[in-house]
């Protein structure tokens, strides 16, 4: 005889089996009606911003759903100009994935920095496309507020309109290069006589103001015999290695590249690096006819490791420069050197305290061996400030003992 409670035990558990089949039906149909629905609203949200050419149209933008955005970025950041996300944005490329990129698109280095300064990177990148470009001002700015690289621009520079050509090598070396070579809008100077006469009528600091005399200081720079103290001459340090072993290297902060001039006159090939603090370096050094390297401390030396055979800085490495950020620039310098290269920290300067207990062990941390080292009183702005030089001539071991 059958129970009279069986019917009872069947009916729950059809009802949950139906339940179960129906959640999973209501799941499956509601993740494909909106699927994607939060891209679809970022997307949407950056497509309808105008832009200024239709080479534009068919560039993909860059996604990013608001819950895995930085808390340090603002909401105007999503107002930055068409021409930035038109380049910083991912690019595919034509034929697909690349073994060399391992990708299939191409990501422009355009660091995160840009965005905090939006009125700047406004100014910078708002043009018109194959048009003229705005002062590069902002761009000096931008560089100097660590969006370095700076994004690239499709729009031509402003140049004189009655450009004289430069002087033919020897001669553009130590001549004094035409007023037209430069546009003058970003500087208190306006002329290339005004720059060579600020030494005696101008009070106030510029950086290397008496640079652009090349019949003054210039003239006798690093020309010193051997035994001159913290002053090395350049045939000094050329004789620390064999003949011809120096052939290329990088001066950072080197003024009017008076160092790499010296360095051309001996077959030897330097690249300066020369922002334009109130007068226009980068164009003069090239005028000169060596060659301008335009970045900042702060940015990645741009060479591969184990490459250069001589760097050097004079004044520029100082005590100036957060001395963490100058823990890493030493190490850059390291890593850009080949083994048995060499470094010329050429007056480098601080107080005695901070020589004793900061920058003598961190330079000595890095891993050079020390070829010379002297160290000797800055009098410049009074021996009450108890400031030192240091002038040391260093080398990157041959053998790695790491």
Excluded at 202 to 222: A, I, P, T, V, Y
Excluded at 239 to 251: F, M, N, Y
Excluded at 335 to 361: K, N
């Amino acid at each position: 005889m059958d129970s009279p409670h069986k019917p009872r035990s069947f009916s729950p558990n059809l009802f949950f089996f139906f339940l179960l089949v129906s959640s999973n039906l209501l799941t499956f149909f509601i993740s494909n009606t909106f699927k994607h629905s939060s891209c679809y609203l970022y997307q949407q949200t950056y497509n309808s911003i105008d832009t200024e050419s239709s080479l534009n149209t068919d560039i993909p933008l860059i996604v990013q759903p608001a819950e895995t955005r930085d808390d340090d970025i603002q909401a105007s950041d999503l107002d930055l100009p068409s021409e930035l996300r038109a380049f910083a944005s991912p690019h595919k490329l034509p034929f697909g994935f690349s073994t060399n990129f391992d990708s299939d698109s191409i990501i422009p280095p355009v660091g995160h920095p840009c965005t905090r300064f939006p009125d700047l990177l406004r100014r910078y990148m708002s043009y018109r496309v194959n048009g003229s470009c705005p002062d590069d001002e902002m761009g000096q700015k931008l560089l100097l507020k660590g969006c370095e690289p700076l994004p690239r621009r499709r729009c031509r520079p402003a140049a004189q309109q009655e450009y004289v050509e430069p002087y033919p090598l020897p001669e553009s070396l130590w001549t004094t290069p035409s007023d037209s070579s430069v546009v003058w809008t970003a500087y208190t100077c306006k002329t290339y006589e005004c720059l060579i006469n600020r030494v005696k009528s101008q009070k106030s600091f510029d950086d290397c103001k008496d640079c652009f005399d090349l019949n003054g200081r210039e003239k006798k720079r690093w020309l010193l015999t051997k035994g001159a103290g913290l002053d090395f001459s350049i045939d000094e340090v050329l004789a620390v290695k064999k003949p011809g072993t120096i052939r290329i290297g990088l001066d950072i902060g080197g003024g009017v590249a008076t160092f790499a001039v010296r360095m051309r006159e001996r077959n030897i090939t330097i690249l300066t690096t020369s922002m334009n603090l109130n007068g226009p370096f980068n164009t003069f050094i090239a005028s000169r006819g060596v060659i301008p390297l335009y970045i900042s401390i702060s940015q990645r030396l741009p060479f591969f490791d184990n490459t250069l055979d001589i760097v050097h800085s004079m004044h520029v490495l100082s005590n100036w420069i957060p001395s963490t950020l100058l823990h890493f620039l030493f190490f850059d310098i390291y890593r850009v050197l080949r083994p048995g290269g060499l470094f010329w920290l050429d007056h480098f300067f601080c107080v005695r305290e901070q020589f004793e207990q900061v920058y003598a062990p961190l330079i000595e941390s890095i891993g050079f061996t020390k070829v010379k080292w002297v160290v000797g009183r800055k009098l410049d702005r009074g021996p009450e400030l108890n400031e030192m030089y240091l002038s040391a001539l260093l080398e990157k071991p041959l053998k790695n003992s790491w």
